[in-house]
Structure formats: structure tokens, C-alpha cells
């Protein structure tokens, strides 16, 4: 099934707005609020249906290995190529927003969402401010005046709700150095010290797409959960979504080790006031109690420079950019320079001073 929200005053498609958090027409101006828009016979938790008792509604034909799918546009009557994982796309041929329902039902259907927060003007600006920070990219660079999409995409994420349970015994040291008589003397004490913690972890993001670079997704934490809310199929008009490849339990073993650390560094952190310390034995378990299917906002820029492309993404709910800028030789080779510099003149300045020439 195709989902197109249609404006009630001039008919044209409607899309998602950041700023009013409601359906906008982008031709009229009209709102409406989301609520109004959710279908009451729509279950996401419902098995996805047969294609032979909802033909008249969807126009699809499954492709090799299910790689690909046919569907047919309620504005234009275009038909559209799909991959296998998305969701939510826009028609080639009119642009219109499309909504891929049976990629959202069953037990592919998200239980939350955060909506984008930043409009493509905003993420276009912010990525173009983010440019201009760069001290050691080149000059051509910092102008981001060669952008060649911004794309935004709702990425799947599974959310863990952890329990962290840790056994630990270190031996820790104070030492102290004092003098008594002719003699230098440092002391030392060794203390035998066991820490068992029991933590909580709440909401801890692991993207689900093969297509996203799991280490550029990680970067972009954190994402607010106040605005977390719950799925509702009018947030991704105007967007591009994906559904998820992997599993929370094909996951796990990844978010297990994120998780171990989180729970290794608290230990750590409850062990003060000593000089050094040396674990002997450490033992983490992590397990899962929950996690949520959710889509997070991710805008996905792509950046010509010098005949060569640069992917970066931008969260799209704090603004927060990441990714790797080229890097520009000559200034690399400038501030080396300048270092080198500086060092000389310090070292000159030691050197007069040992030599009593103040």
C-alpha cells in the first residue's frame, strides 16, 4: 500500500514540517495536525498483508532475491523501482512523498520516531557554518559552496534497555615520600580492593542499515529522547526512510561491547583516592531487558570537491555534523611551521634564563 497525504484545500501532496511539528502543504500553506491523518483500520502490529487480496490498493512485483520492488504512484501514476529496504521515498516523476506501507506493518513497524527538528535550509546552513570551522581544510572547502545533495533519511535504530552487572578486585597503592634524618624515604601501602556494581542503562542507540556507516552513526550521539515519540506514519512525508536490516539480537554482541565499557569505566570511576591501581580480575555481563525498533533523523550531505566526493551527515535533531573534510597540505605544513616556531623561541628563552641573562 501507498500512503499519500493529500492537502484537504488545493490536493497537493503534504509533507512533514520540522518547525510546526504538523502536515504542511507546501503549495497552499494549509496544517493539520498528524493525529488526523492516522488511519483507524492501520495495526502495524498485523502481519503484512497478501498481495492478491490488497492488489487494488498497491501495484508490486517482487524482483530477484527480493532486491527490489514495483510500486505505483497515486499522484501520477509513475511507476517506482524500489530497494528492498525502504520505506518511505519520493516519485521520481512529480516528486511527490511516498509512503511504502507494507514496509511499516508487521513485525517491520517502528514503535517510535523522533521527527526531524531541522529543515534542509537549516541542516544547508549549518553544514555551511561547519565548513568554515575547518582550520586546516583548503580555502575551496571552507567557501561549502559545492554541495551536491542534502538527503534526508530517517535511519532505523534499535534502542537497548540494559542491565549491567560488574565484579571487580584491584590492587590499589598510596605512596608517600618523606624525609627523616640523612634518609629519603617513600612509602608505600597496598590496599585490596572488590567493587560489585549493578547499572541501568536506558535507550542505548545501535543503528539497524548495512548501507550507513556504523562508526559516522555512533558520532552523532547523543539524540534527546524528549522528543521521542510514537510511530505514526505522517512523520516520514516528505523524507526518505529505511527499515532495518539487522535484528536486535543479531545486533547485541555490538551494543553488548559498547555496554561492557560503559559498565568497566563506572567501576573505575568508584575507585578513588588511591596512587595507582592494578585489576586483578574483572567480570561484566550485560543484558538486554528491551529494545525499541525507532527511527532517528539523520541528513546525509554529499560534497563536491575537487573532483572528488565527501559524504558527511548532520543529526538531524541537534545540528550536530560529522564526517572527514579534506585536509589542506599547505596549512598542515604552515602550522607545523609555526609550531616549530615557537618551540625555537621558547627553547632560546630557557637558554637565556639558565644562562643568567635576566
Known amino acids: 500500500m501507498v500512503l499519500q497525504y493529500k492537502c484537504p ?59 527490489a520492488r514495483q510500486y505505483q504512484c497515486q499522484n501520477c501514476g509513475a511507476t517506482l523501482i524500489t530497494t528492498k529496504d525502504t520505506s518511505a521515498t519520493t516519485c521520481n516523476f512529480c516528486g511527490s512523498p511516498m509512503i511504502l506501507g507494507d514496509r511499516l506493518s508487521g513485525k517491520l513497524a517502528p514503535s517510535h520516531v523522533i521527527p526531524f527538528q531541522i529543515s534542509r535550509q537549516e541542516a544547508e546552513e549549518g553544514f555551511r557554518k561547519w565548513c568554515k570551522k575547518g582550520l586546516l581544510t583548503p580555502k575551496g572547502f571552507m567557501s561549502a559552496d559545492r554541495i551536491k545533495s542534502i538527503t534526508g533519511i530517517y535511519v532505523p535504530f534499535w534502542l537497548y534497555d540494559l542491565n549491567g552487572r560488574g565484579d571487580a578486585h584491584a590492587i590499589c597503592t598510596r605512596t608517600r615520600h618523606y624525609s627523616q634524618g640523612d634518609y629519603n624515604i617513600t612509602e608505600t ?18 543503528d539497524a542499515s548495512e548501507k550507513m556507516d556504523d562508526k559516522l552513526m555512533d558520532k552523532l550521539e547523543p539524540f534527546s529522547y524528549q522528543d521521542l515519540k510514537e510511530f505514526n506514519t505522517p512523520y516520514l512525508a516528505g523524507y526518505i526512510a529505511e ?114 641573562g635576566f
Not at 532517528?296 to 543529526?315: K, R, T
Request: hydrophobic content about 30%; glycine content about 6%.
Open 9 to 67: 484545500d488545493c490536493g497537493a501532496d503534504m509533507e512533514y514540517d520540522s518547525k510546526t511539528g504538523m502536515l504542511q502543504c507546501p503549495s497552499c500553506g494549509h496544517l493539520d495536525n498528524i493525529e488526523n491523518y492516522k488511519d483507524p483500520n492501520y495495526n502495524p502490529k498485523e502481519d503484512i498483508p497478501d498481495y492478491e487480496e490488497h492488489k487494488d490498493n498497491t501495484s508490486y512485483s517482487t524482483y530477484e532475491d527480493d532486491n
Open 189 to 206: 601501602k597496598y590496599y585490596d580492593v572488590y567493587r560489585r556494581v549493578n547499572v541501568f542503562y536506558n535507550k542505548v542507540p545501535c
Open 243 to 356: 527499515k532495518y536490516n539487522y535484528t536486535d539480537k543479531e545486533l547485541f554482541p555490538r551494543v553488548e561491547e559498547r555496554a561492557e565499557t560503559f559498565v568497566s569505566d563506572y567501576i573505575r570511576d568508584t575507585i578513588i583516592g588511591y596512587d595507582s591501581i592494578r585489576f586483578q580480575h574483572k567480570d561484566i555481563q550485560i543484558l538486554q531487558q528491551n529494545a525499541d525498533y525507532s527511527l532517528l533523523p539523520v541528513w546525509m550531505i554529499c560534497y563536491d570537491y575537487q573532483q572528488g566526493e565527501h559524504s558527511f551527515a548532520m543529526n538531524g535533531q541537534t545540528g550536530k555534523v560529522v564526517g572527514k573534510p579534506p585536509l589542506s597540505k599547505g596549512k598542515i605544513a604552515a602550522w607545523f611551521g609555526g609550531l616549530s616556531a615557537a618551540s625555537l623561541i621558547i627553547m632560546q628563552i630557557i637558554t637565556f634564563i639558565v644562562g643568567g
